[in-house]
């Protein structure tokens, strides 16, 4: 599975609202700017999160976005799927009765597993964690959690 440029913007920019708009909503530009997306793309990405639910909108000079809930109830794999879709590894294992061979497909014991293991961590890893590591700093220094 290879996230898309729309799927990593995706989870940067919720990060980013959750990382700024606790008290205050942010803007667009602000975090286009901090995030280095094209604010075209942005707009892209953040209306299909407001249609989802995951964001708030509003109007006005104090205008810009919020999460809609708290950091603690997104997960990873949500944001990822909604921008993504299916997350499996190979496109037989989206659609098992695409493949004539599913039933006696050795490999298929292989792709469940990494399937299993990708949603694991994906749908096991909320905003909120990831606020956290970004509070503790630099990637090197932050303990990898098992899964």
């Known amino acids: 599975m290879l996230i898309s440029a729309k799927g990593r913007y995706a989870l940067r920019c919720m ?4 990382l700024n708009g ?27 999160l407001n249609k989802a639910g995951m964001v708030k909108s509003e109007r006005g000079p104090k205008g810009g976005y919020r999460l809609s809930r708290p950091p603690e109830e997104y997960t990873v794999g949500s944001i990822i799927k909604l921008m993504e879709g299916d997350t499996a590894p190979v496109s037989c294992l989206a659609d098992v009765n695409d493949c004539k061979r599913s039933d006696r497909c050795v490999s298929m014991i292989l792709w469940k597993k990494l399937n299993e293991a990708v949603n694991t961590v994906l749908d096991g890893t909320t905003l909120a964690d990831m606020t956290d590591w970004s509070s503790k700093g630099h990637l090197i220094e932050i303990e990898i959690p098992d899964y």
């Open 22 to 48: 606790s008290e205050d909503n942010v803007k667009l530009k602000d975090i286009a700017e901090r995030q280095d997306i094209p604010i075209k793309y942005l707009e892209q990405i953040v209306s299909a």
């Open 15 to 18: 990060l980013d609202i959750a």
